[in-house]
């Protein structure tokens, strides 16, 4: 498939950022044409659950516009944000892959978003014809899980404002426009990602701003790419992240 027959089945591909409308070229490019009728597109908005853990995973989402983040409930009852996506996945590929029959994770929109969904019937019959298209889903996959899992053991042994540290630098690496990273959530949304308490929170933001290392607009934190190198630098004392 290509950038032509992408653009004339998604309209707003002209519209998005450049580099995902490239991956999304990319994740299609060898697709048969009688995919795209099986394309469904479905405007999100911001705050909004689309895939639960546990239910039947029938349905493959592709994320076209906008940011989503997967969340585990299942920690003594604490919401624990482990994972924020700005890439184009298959969402509920992991769960083909490995021959799941319910999603194994709960995603919620942090914007508004715009979704494209094809049945799991079709994802998969398309998979099962299509070596490259199936390799590529694999590495994706393979890709996330390793990420997860390196994240996961960095967080074991960071502790306070060191997590906060390391997830404002990945924020910056992934989210950053211009140079400039904005967060706009509130103090229990980054208590959430880091699983730190708020007051952990609140205490760390305090600590960076009064270093230089990040600057306080109302509720928004804003972080250039100067403090982001010096955020780096905090990090790399406790990690070896290649700087």
Known sequence: MDSKSVN?????????????????????????????DA????????GVTFVRENDPADTIFFVAKGLIKATDYRIFGVSYDF?????VHAFGGMEFIMDLDVYRTTLRTVTKCTVVKIPRAK???WMYSDIKALKH???LVGEYLLEESRNNRLFLFMQGS?????????RHERHSKN???????????LADETGLCVKSITRAVKKFGDDGLLTKEGNRIIIDREQYEELKKVVSLKIDRGI
């Open 123 to 125: 994802f998969e019959k």
């Open 8 to 36: 004339s089945v998604l309209p707003f591909a002209r519209a998005i950022d450049s580099s995902r409308r490239d991956q999304f070229e990319e994740y299609f490019r060898t697709a048969p044409l009688w995919i795209l």
């Open 179 to 189: 140079g400039v990273l904005r967060v706009t959530e509130g103090r229990q949304g």
């Open 83 to 87: 994972m924020t996506f700005n890439r």
């Open 39 to 46: 394309f469904q597109v479905e405007e999100l908005e911001k």
């Open 162 to 170: 060191d997590r906060l540290a390391l997830l404002l630098v990945e």
């Open 137 to 139: 889903e694999s590495k």
